[in-house]
């Protein structure tokens, strides 16, 4: 019965959608390319998937012949720098790499990513901008969300509050709290409100809210929309974070993070969502 079928979740591209998807592909490797960046492709298998995401549910996982678990690869940011780093720390001292290749979670979905890495980087600006660029180069203007992890985890830490209330489906009940700083700060969306975010505040959050207006003034991009308090899916971001959506579908996401003891930047495009949309 299922000699014909594919998966649910799996990708099958032919004919037009294959074309379109190499052409995506080759215009952003030639964006990447003359920024300096060159290119990796990491193993399928990792032994450090748990370390990624939060639902480690989601993982596809098999043992190594010394049965030592083993996933599928379900992000590669992660990866890339610790390769780099750890493999092949003697071999190049290229800080900045980008990569085309799938994504897979339980129990059968794949997900084709086009994404960067930039090691020993902070300059989260930039990594927008280049954000930025790419979607521009693509004719398409979706709307830029960022936000900043260490406020929610400093509003959780002044009103002694989970982090699982800052998800999309229950954030709207911390109205219920009926605190008149924590009702300005979720309806935050503009570079003004933010500005009267900052003064309303305790001051505790003043410092990470003031972080978040100067990355916002750097970025040249203009569909901008500001979420202090949203609170994104992977584990590794620590700082700030930012999606570009479009009908409702994450054509990309990045932030800063921290592996190895590295402080790194890098954003992901997600080639089926931004296929769609194009």
């Given at each position: ?162 982090i699982d209330l800052f998800t999309n489906s229950k954030i709207s009940t911390l109205f219920d709290l009926n605190i008149n700083w924590l009702n300005i700060l979720l309806r935050v969306n503009s570079i003004d409100e933010l500005k009267e975010a900052i003064v309303e505040v305790p001051i505790s959050l003043k410092e990470e809210l003031i972080k978040l207006e100067k990355v916002v003034t750097n970025i040249k991009y ?57």
């Amino acid at each position: 019965m299922l000699e014909h079928e594919i998966p649910k979740g799996s990708r099958l591209y032919f004919g037009k959608k294959a074309k379109q998807k190499r052409d995506l592909e080759y215009i952003v490797s030639e964006i990447f390319f003359n920024e300096k960046f060159e290119e990796i492709l990491t193993p399928y298998f990792s032994y450090f998937e748990d370390k990624i995401i939060n639902d480690s549910n989601q993982l596809i996982k098999i043992s190594d012949e010394d049965n030592n678990q083993l996933s599928l690869r379900s992000d590669s940011s992660l990866d890339v720098v610790r390769i780099i780093t750890k493999r092949l720390g003697r071999t190049t001292k290229h800080k900045k790499w980008f990569y085309i290749q799938p994504i897979f979670s339980y129990p059968s979905y794949e997900r084709y990513q086009i994404g960067c890495e930039c090691i020993e980087d902070d300059n989260i600006s930039n990594i927008i901008n280049l954000t930025s660029k790419i979607v521009e180069k693509l004719n398409i203007s979706p709307l830029l969300q960022i936000s900043n992890i260490n406020i929610v985890k400093l509003v959780c830490n002044e009103l002694n509050l989970d982090i699982d209330l800052f998800t999309n489906s229950k954030i709207s009940t911390l109205f219920d709290l009926n605190i008149n700083w924590l009702n300005i700060l979720l309806r935050v969306n503009s570079i003004d409100e933010l500005k009267e975010a900052i003064v309303e505040v305790p001051i505790s959050l003043k410092e990470e809210l003031i972080k978040l207006e100067k990355v916002v003034t750097n970025i040249k991009y203009k569909n901008i929309s500001i979420a202090p308090l949203y609170n994104g899916s992977m584990k590794y971001y620590d700082d700030i974070y930012y999606r570009f959506i479009s009908s409702n579908l994450v054509l990309s996401n990045g932030g800063s993070y921290k592996t190895e003891g590295v402080k790194s930047l890098g954003f992901a495009l997600y080639t089926d969502n931004l296929l769609e949309v194009l």
